[in-house]
């Protein structure tokens, strides 16, 4: 190759001679040399993207020589490197593509023809450039592990598992903001954001008590991007706050006895903020204060107990587990209720002083000893009735009855003869009632009635005479009524009518006299001495009786 001429020689008939020099002809068979048409701005990374699709400056840039034209092709398209650059293609471009000469996503080169001034042709193919404008697909960062119920609790705050788990497709690469404040779910999720975490943030990352949500950033390799924002996790580690469990109804007063045992009303009023779910123990044993409400003890119970649910006398209490949203758990014990239902014991009111033998006779009536002595043990105030009316026994002592006094009544207190019994009502100092009904009491003042002491037998004339003196049959006949026993004087001296038959005689026969009792000759009389039930006594005399034997 070079640049040529021709030189001539012109010779006429008379031999004149003249020369001449042709035009320069250049030799030139090498065509341009083509070294690249490799990716360039936008298409340096070999993509182009979403935010880069519009742009117009050139994909490639060529590097070549010997060229003095240049002409590219359209983008077109070079999936599995199938593009073919030569003569056929259709170089209608004077600069190299743009993004916004490709319309749809694909696998993209271009073509370029470089001329010489010789005429020479040569086609070059350009660095493929891939043009992808469809983001990563986020579906959702549900939340994981300790958050999977939304809140991260106190038990759970150390938690170095990831909060959440990632569902997405088509990135690359995966970026994760800190746990962010979403206070009100206002947390956007953008490019605004820092995002410098490759791994999901862990419970042990948040410091505070908040509402919280992590950004993710999703990039493809074209460098599309979208943003996710995880489910809101709820950081919450302060425990519901419990006041108390305190008695109420029947278990006000701290006890439950005999007459409330049977309650199906609840025993504790609870008071307490920030739990959503509460559950309780059975009643516990709390003797000396025992019961620690802690994890250790079954809360099975979602209502409170009742008295019907404390199995015996024993001081109770209660465990409550208050549980928050967030699952942070706290403890309360109840106040101390005592199921107290035995009631006092009521051993007796055996007849006391003079009532001792069972009656009040005339000669007590008007004294002021206790009728009854109250034999008891486990009440703290014991209260009687008055003295009540018991004939046959019917008398039953209970709530039905009145009791206004608290001591207990002597026989000045019964005004008239009868049969009487005492209730008491004794009180324990968990209320238990006891009720009691006293031995019977007869009041009796009236004195057996003595009619006569009738002269009977050898003596029903009123003489003995000295037939008559050895006859063992008796001097009198009693008529008289009301009286438990009869008690005689012997025959004693009645000259003059003189004899008084009263307590100074010394009644020592239970039988009337006989008629050989008598052994001397004089005026004779009997005093009875007749008693009844109640040791009331009245006294008779006998008409006279004359023993004249010679």
């Known amino acids: 190759d070079g640049t040529w001429v021709i030189c001539a020689k012109l010779v006429d008939s008379l031999a004149n001679t ?84 490709i319309g749809a996503d694909g696998t993209y080169a271009s073509c370029v023809k470089l001329g010489d001034s010789a005429g020479n042709v040569i086609y070059g193919k350009s660095s493929q450039v891939i043009r992808n404008t469809a983001s990563p697909t986020f579906t959702s960062m549900a939340r994981a592990n300790a958050a999977a119920d939304g809140f991260i609790n106190d038990s759970e705050k150390n938690s170095a598992l990831p909060m959440a788990v990632l569902v997405a497709s088509n990135q690359t690469s995966t970026y994760f903001s800190a746990a962010l404040d979403d206070a009100g779910g206002a947390l956007t999720c953008d490019s605004t954001q820092t995002y410098s975490n490759i791994a999901i943030p862990s419970a042990v990352t948040l410091t505070n008590d908040g509402s919280y949500a992590i950004c993710v950033e999703l990039m493809d390799a074209a460098g599309n991007k979208t943003y996710g924002k995880s489910a809101q996790i709820v950081r919450d580690t302060a425990a519901a706050s419990f006041t108390s469990l305190s008695g109420r109804g029947d278990a006000l007063d701290g006890v439950i006895n005999y007459a409330e045992h049977l309650g199906t009303t609840t025993l504790w009023s609870l008071t307490q903020t920030g739990a959503t779910a509460i559950a309780y123990t059975l009643p516990l044993d709390d003797s000396a204060g025992a019961v620690s409400c802690n994890i250790a ?102 709530a039905g009855q009145s009791y206004g006094q608290t001591s207990i009544p002597t026989p000045a207190d019964l005004s008239s003869d009868g049969a009487y019994a005492l209730c008491a009502k004794l009180t324990d100092t968990s209320g238990n009632i006891t009720y009691g009904k006293s031995a019977q009491v007869v009041r009796d003042v009236l004195a057996p009635s003595f009619t006569s002491l009738a002269r009977d037998n050898e003596a029903v004339d009123g003489f003995i005479n000295s037939t008559e003196q050895n006859s063992n049959l008796a001097l009198y006949t009693l008529t008289a009524s009301s009286y438990a026993s009869a008690d005689y004087t012997p025959a004693l001296n009645d000259a003059a009518s003189a004899l008084t038959c009263d307590a100074a005689k010394t009644y020592s026969g239970s039988s009337i006299p006989l008629i050989s009792s008598l052994t001397s000759d004089g005026v004779f009389a009997v005093c009875v001495a007749l008693t009844d039930a109640a040791g009331n006594t009245s006294y008779g005399k006998s008409a006279q009786v004359t023993r004249a034997t010679s």
């Open 297 to 398: 003890q079954s809360y099975s119970r979602s209502t409170i107990a009742s008295a019907t649910d404390l199995g015996s006398d024993l001081p109770w209490a209660l465990c409550v587990e208050l549980t928050d949203a967030a699952g942070n758990i706290s403890y309360g014990k109840s106040s101390q209720v005592v199921r107290n239902i035995s009631g006092p014991s009521f051993g007796s009111l055996a007849l006391a002083n003079a009532a001792i033998g069972g009656y009040i006779n005339n000669s007590e009536k008007l004294l002021t000893s206790s009728i009854w002595n109250l034999s008891a043990s486990g009440q703290i105030s014991t209260n009687y009735s008055t003295a009540l009316s018991d004939t046959a026994g019917a008398l039953v002592c209970d």
């Open 18 to 101: 003249s020369y001449g020099k042709s035009d320069f002809i250049i030799r030139d068979i090498i065509a341009p040399s083509f070294t690249s048409l490799s990716s360039f701005n936008a298409a340096t990374d070999g993509y182009i993207n979403d935010s880069e699709k519009l742009l117009v400056n050139a994909l490639w840039s060529l590097s070549a020589t010997g060229y003095t034209t240049e002409a590219y092709t359209a983008p077109a398209n070079d999936s599995a490197g199938i593009l073919a650059c030569n003569a056929f293609g259709s170089y209608t471009l004077n600069a190299p593509p743009s993004p916004s000469h």
